[in-house]
């Protein structure tokens, strides 16, 4: 009876630890056997899977295609917004081996995963305009010297800076971190300007965080990854990039507070006229443009390309690429409809209902273009230099482990210098093993 | 699988359909045969084993099959390699207990021990707070007054409001320039790491849990008649003790199944830091995301191996609490302690009578009656 008595607890607890197991119940028994990876063969219905789009102008190019190829219909399965859930899914799909998914939108740092599992099939570069694409994002689509994924949109960072401070103070827009130290010096000296404080990035644990270490690295001369794939942040450089962000907490030349700064929040402070430098995606221009009231610095700003150690910064490179899963069928027929959707037609149509910035670099110089998004010049050159964030086969490992080191030298819990010989130990293990 | 023949079907399926009815046996097992009734009782429990068996069949497909099969995925290793090109040459390997090895002991440990000090730590925390403020909110709500309808039902809000939800809702009023550091007037970080994140942790899920405790004490509370209060004023026991001699235990059984319900809950706690403070977070990671840690990085070994530790923790905190405070809920009748059984015996006895009362008094009526 005791026996039977203690069991009862056990299993009431299964009942709510099912939670917990049903984030692990799937299996990973995937093998990478997909036969002959250059064949496209097959033409039917298809499908194409990617996040939400509010903007409606992926489902525009769906409809354009699915009116001119009756047999070939393209039905667009939606995931969540969230893109770690979007991974997970497309993840699942892959080792389930099934074909519901063919088309598949990836964010650039997936590229590898997919491309070194075998989950996405290399693409026939000849058959695609990629040439007349801006390399950077060709090249954020290749992995093993082969084309995985085409490129779809792409992005670049960019630093807004309160232009109507910087003119009262008689400076410009910085080019270098000394600059923009200075330029902060003259305008927080400014009357108008109490109370703010001079620069923020993303800065909070998380994705955000890579981006603008990496940025921080190769922006003082130096990379995350060598060329051949080895770990190299124990360097000069990446101590110089860590120590520009460490220090800039210290001085406070970054505020306290941007150490909890996602996307959002950095947008919202400049937006509020808190900051007199913000380092952001593009996709805030239009908000901080509103003229309806909600944006306080609405015609008081600019942009310019990310300061540098010793010129213009280099971004890391955002964006989305269209690949083929492995295991999908009717191969040729999701080829033509990338060929389609990555078209220079289609990128121009679509421009005009989403503010993307397209892959072509014309599109970025086209006058018409250039009046409705006033940034794109300068993010064109954002983007030609940019670099691809590590192009590592466990992206997941390799940036928890950047961002572990990096948090803990910026909130003062590890030297700079101690964060990167451990962040250096831990990706060359990383990098061993895989 | 080919139909039973004719002979065989009987055979086989007849024994355990149709035991031997041994009234005897039946009576040793039951406690104090009453009456008739006894006899056709093993049909009821017959039928309702079958009535049940759906509901069996269920359960064990979804949470004992997932149960063993994580506990089997735990004991493999995704064993990942690239080849020259660049490819990853993949396959599951039985590595045994070696995922246990690591978080006991191997390179994941301090995540681990990390992980589960931070997730006894906010249970014991937030659950110690929710059972105060639930109980006072219970004794207020309990309390005639005007406006108690509306009363009730705000409390009610918190817990109805999904957990991330609420865990956005907190994260947008703990940021810099939120409405917490604004009323407060100081500056605190309060989704960065460290003390400030757990005390936000804390305080949005004691915000969202003691309603639970709250309203399950109420229940509690209701059934306690007036008549024992009324008895003790007239002997002068204050407020106090009447809270502590009358109400505390007669509340006892709600207050212990709404404190087990919020540990067991407590123990598993995801949404809440993940989407207040955010992955990864050493201050506030907790076992639960640990393991999906684990799992969005595809080592689904490890992973259930988080998961299982989980169960059996889980599994241990609720066995040693039922243990000490003997909440009477895993109990059923026949699984019951000689001293309970004889309890019950005797609210039995208690109860019988009146129930048979009526029917001896319509007898006696009917007798009368011509």
């Known amino acids: 009876m005791k026996q039977r008595r203690s069991n009862r607890p056990f299993a009431v607890t299964a009942i709510v630890s099912i939670g917990a197991l049903a984030l692990t119940g799937c299996s990973s028994a995937a093998s990478s056997e997909s036969g002959d990876p250059q064949s496209f063969e097959g033409r039917g219905p298809i499908t194409y899977v990617s996040s939400p789009d509010s903007s409606g102008a992926a489902q525009e190019t769906i409809d354009a295609w699915n009116a001119e190829h009756p047999d070939e219909q393209v039905e667009w399965i939606e995931l969540p917004l969230d893109a770690d859930q979007q991974r997970q899914q497309m993840v699942q799909n892959a080792q389930l081996e099934s074909d519901t998914y063919t088309v598949l939108n990836l964010d650039v740092v997936w590229t590898s995963e997919f491309a070194a599992n075998r989950w996405i099939a290399p693409l026939p570069e000849d058959e695609l305009p990629v040439a007349e694409m801006i390399p950077a994002t060709v090249e954020a689509g290749t992995y093993a010297d082969q084309l995985f994924a085409a490129p779809y949109y792409t992005d670049g960072a960019l630093l807004y800076g309160r232009s109507d401070l910087l003119d009262a103070a008689g400076v410009q827009m910085p080019q270098t971190w000394d600059e923009m130290q200075a330029a902060c010096d003259a305008v927080l000296a400014l009357p108008e300007a109490e109370g703010m404080s001079c620069y923020a990035g993303q800065f909070d644990k998380n994705e955000g965080l890579t981006v603008n270490f990496s940025e921080a690295v190769t922006s003082a001369g130096g990379t995350l990854f060598t060329e051949d794939g080895q770990p190299s942040v124990d360097t000069p450089e990446a101590l110089t990039a860590l120590n520009f962000l460490v220090d800039g907490f210290e001085s406070g030349m970054i505020p306290e507070k941007a150490i909890t700064f996602q996307e959002e929040q950095g947008r919202q402070a400049f937006q509020s006229g808190d900051l007199v430098f913000l380092r952001n995606w593009p996709y805030i221009y239009n908000p901080l443009s509103a003229e309806d009231g909600s944006s306080e610095v609405a015609g008081k700003f600019e942009v310019a390309p990310i300061p540098g150690l010793e010129s213009t910064g280099v971004s890391t490179l955002g964006g989305r690429n269209l690949a083929v899963s492995t295991f999908a069928e009717n191969k040729a027929t999701a080829l033509d409809f990338i060929d389609f959707f990555v078209s220079r037609e289609q990128e121009g149509q679509r421009l005009e209902l989403s503010s993307r910035a397209p892959v072509y670099g014309e599109y970025f110089e086209d006058d018409d273009v250039v009046s409705s998004l006033p940034y794109l ?30 948090y803990a030298a910026i909130t003062g819990e590890q030297s700079p210098e101690d964060a990167l010989a451990e962040l250096q130990v831990l990706l060359t293990s990383q990098t061993a093993s895989q | 699988m080919t139909p039973p023949t004719a002979a065989t079907a009987p055979k086989t399926s007849q024994p355990p359909e149709l035991p031997p009815t041994d009234p005897r046996g039946h009576t040793a097992d039951s406690p104090a045969p009453r009456g008739a009734t006894p006899a056709p009782r093993r049909q009821d429990g017959k039928a309702a084993a079958f009535l049940l068996s759906p509901t069996l069949i269920v359960l064990a497909l979804v949470i004992f099959y997932p149960l063993l ?13 690239l080849d020259d090109q660049g490819f990853v ?89 939120g409405i917490v550091n604004t009323l407060s007037g100081a500056q605190v970080l309060w989704t960065a790491e460290g003390m400030a994140a757990q005390v936000a942790v804390i305080t949005a899920e004691v915000w ?163």
């Open chain 1, 377 to 406: 010049p300068t993010l064109l050159g954002s983007i030609e230099s940019a670099q691809p964030r590590p192009k590592t086969v466990q992206y997941g490992q390799t940036t928890a482990a950047i961002q572990d080191a990096v």
């Open chain 2, 69 to 81: 099969s994580a506990v089997g995925q735990s004991l493999y290793s995704s064993d990942a390699g």
């Open chain 2, 89 to 177: 040459v993949q396959g599951d390997v039985f590595v045994g207990l070696q995922n246990y090895a690591q978080i006991f002991a191997g390179p994941e440990s301090a995540r681990f021990y990390n992980a589960l000090w931070n997730t006894t730590f906010f249970t014991v925390v937030s659950v110690a707070l929710e059972t105060v403020i639930g109980v006072m909110f219970a004794l207020m709500m309990n309390r005639a007054f005007k406006g108690r309808a509306f009363l009730r039902a705000a409390v009610l809000v918190p817990w109805a409001i999904p957990t991330a939800v609420s865990g956005l809702l907190w994260r947008w009023m703990f940021q810099t320039d």
């Open chain 2, 208 to 370: 969202k849990t003691a309603p639970f405790i709250g309203l399950l004490v109420l229940a509690g509370l209701q059934i306690i008649p007036e008549e024992v209060y009324e008895a003790a004023k007239l002997d002068g026991a204050t407020a106090w003790q009447q809270f502590w001699s009358i109400t505390l235990p007669l509340v006892k059984p709600a207050l212990l199944v709404a404190v087990l319900f919020r540990l067991l809950d407590a123990l598993r706690m995801f949404d809440l830091p993940f989407v207040l403070i955010g992955p990864r977070k050493e201050s506030v990671e907790t076992l639960s995301i640990l393991a999906w840690d684990s799992a969005n990085q595809l080592e689904y070994g490890m992973a259930s191996a988080f998961a299982v530790v989980l169960v059996v923790y889980v599994a241990a905190i609720v066995y040693v609490f039922v243990r000490l405070l003997g909440a009477d809920i895993f109990t059923s009748s026949d699984a019951a302690t000689p001293r309970k059984r004889f309890r019950r015996a005797a609210a039995d006895d208690a109860v019988v009578p009146p129930a048979r009362q009526p029917g001896a008094r319509t007898t006696t009526h009917e007798v009368k009656q011509p």
